[in-house]
Each structure stands twice: as structure tokens, then as C-alpha cells.
């Protein structure tokens, strides 16, 4: 069973040029579901059936979300429609499951008060706060993806004019205004803090860890956790936060979404049009609670 979920996920990256996180994302919930037969005595992929299926998603129950569930279910679809086309079983039983029924999901925010307590946290006089707080600025000032930011090199930032060269998804690449501010916090850490970190080492990403290597994704997580907490922001804080912020206050100060989707990089408006719920809420929320008669 092993040698056909190599394949599969060759097959996603050399024919369908998905990303390396996305492929990741495939192998873990590949990995799950084999477990899950284990349990089931299923040697062989031929051998699960649709209520195979169906029971795996039930045995989640609360632990997941819908959200997690469906996504565990369309990766099965992807993964038994490429063993059907290639002939490595007789059908695809999970393309009978039904996916479990999503509400709709807005977007995490910070309040802009939330988001000056976040950006004073890191303590610049030092090597590693000086990153930090060129990375918080970043992100809140471009909206980037948390991959978007660990993957950054050197010779994307454009400081002096002010943007940044960002390659998102699908190898996709877009300029992004990062303003004055994160501009004079990125020439801080590269003047000060990162050479230190470097230490004679020849990386090009920007922001670096202890060691002088590139920051990863779980690594630049941990740190805004850290920093959340310090500021007494509760909740499940996570880096995809200060995108959501980044859109969600250009929205309610005035920009348009067109402008929003090429700063985002979405290749769809429709997924931009997200924000402009997020900010109709955000308004219900004022009125109820200032309003004499809510």
C-alpha cells in the first residue's frame, strides 16, 4: 500500500507542480487513513469500500472539525480516482461519501489595538527581537503567507521603493507595498540583528534562527505565540492572523477588493470577497454595542 501513495504523491509533484506543503498535507492524511484501515484489517486498496469510508470520517466525530473532515475526504477522493485512472483498483469508492455539511468560516482577526500590542513585544536590542519584529511588521504590512515570509530571500526586498517580491502559489509572483515602517524595521535587523545570527553562513532567506539557518514555518508560529501571550492576546493566535488583519483593515479604511486580491496573490476575487464579511461583522459589532438603541 505504501508503494501506491509513493506514486500518488510523485504524481502531484511532477505532474501536477504542487507545492511541497501540499503535498505534505496528502502524506499525513494518507498516513491517517492507513491507520485507520490497519485497524480494519484492510491489506490492500481494492479491499476498502464506501462504507470503509464513511466509517473513517464518522470515527473523527468532534475531534475535527467539518472543515478538516471534508478536506480528509477530498484528499481520498484525489488520491482513489489517481489509482482508478491508473488501474491499480476497480473503482473509487469514496466518490459516493458525502461530505459533511460546512457553515460558513470567517476569517481570525486582531483589532488594530491587538496588533500594536503584538508589534511591541520583541525586544529590538537584541538579534532575535530585532527579527521579530521585522517579521511582525512584514506580515502585518503585506498581508504574506507564512511560507510566503519563511521562504523570503535577500533579493526579493526592494526597500528603498518599498515593496516586496513575494512567489506564492503555484510558483506565482507578485510585488507587494510594505510601507515605511517595515521598511525601516527590515534595514534595523539586516544592519543589526542579522548579521549576528549569520555568523559567517551563507543562507539567503531573511529571517534566520539561532543556528543561522532559515526560520520555519512552525518556528515563525512559535514565536508569534510567544509574543501573543506576552501582549495578553488570547485565543489560538496563529500567523495567518495578521494576513486576515492586513485585509480586513484595508477594507474597513477604504481599499478596494481588486487591489486586496493582488496584494493577497488570490488568484480568484471571489476568495478576497471574504473580507468584506469579515468587515460587515465587524460593523454589526460596533453598532450593537454603541448604538443607544442596538
Not at 120 to 142: H, I, N, T
Amino acid at each position: 500500500m505504501e508503494n501506491e501513495i509513493d506514486l500518488f504523491l510523485s504524481n502531484l509533484a511532477v505532474e501536477r507542480g504542487l507545492s511541497a506543503n501540499t503535498i505534505s498535507a496528502y502524506s499525513i492524511d494518507l498516513a491517517h487513513f492507513q491507520n485507520y484501515l490497519k485497524d480494519l484489517a484492510v491489506s490492500n486498496w481494492g479491499e476498502v469500500s464506501q462504507n470503509s469510508i464513511s466509517g473513517y470520517i464518522q470515527s473523527m466525530g468532534t475531534s475535527f472539525s467539518p472543515r478538516s473532515r471534508a478536506r480528509r475526504l477530498a484528499a481520498l477522493r484525489t488520491f482513489f480516482g489517481f489509482l482508478l485512472k491508473e488501474g491499480l483498483t476497480q473503482s473509487n469508492p469514496s466518490s459516493l461519501v458525502h461530505f459533511p455539511k460546512l457553515g460558513p468560516q470567517l476569517p481570525k482577526t486582531l483589532t488594530a489595538a491587538q496588533i500594536e500590542s503584538l508589534l511591541a513585544q520583541p525586544d529590538v536590542s537584541r538579534p532575535l527581537g530585532g527579527r521579530d519584529k521585522a517579521m511582525f511588521e512584514l506580515l502585518y504590512a503585506c498581508g504574506l503567507r507564512v511560507s510566503e515570509v519563511a521562504q523570503l530571500q535577500i533579493s526579493q526586498l526592494a526597500l528603498e521603493p518599498g515593496y516586496v517580491r513575494v512567489r506564492g502559489k503555484g510558483d506565482k509572483e507578485r510585488l507587494v507595498p510594505m510601507g515605511e515602517i517595515a521598511a525601516q524595521s527590515l534595514r534595523y535587523y539586516l544592519k543589526n540583528g542579522r548579521p549576528p545570527l549569520l555568523n559567517e553562513g551563507l543562507a539567503r532567506e531573511v529571517f534566520l534562527n539561532a543556528r543561522g539557518e532559515s526560520l520555519s514555518r512552525q518556528g515563525i508560529w512559535k514565536i508569534i505565540k510567544s509574543c501573543a501571550l506576552k501582549a495578553g492576546i488570547t485565543g489560538n493566535i496563529t500567523p495567518h492572523m495578521l494576513r486576515h488583519s492586513f485585509a480586513t483593515h484595508l477594507l474597513e479604511n477604504g481599499a478596494d477588493l481588486r487591489s486586496l486580491q493582488i496584494m493577497l496573490g488570490h488568484a480568484d476575487i471571489s476568495t478576497t470577497q471574504i473580507y468584506t464579511h469579515v468587515a460587515r461583522e465587524r460593523l454589526k459589532e460596533i453598532h450593537s454595542k454603541y448604538h443607544p438603541r442596538p
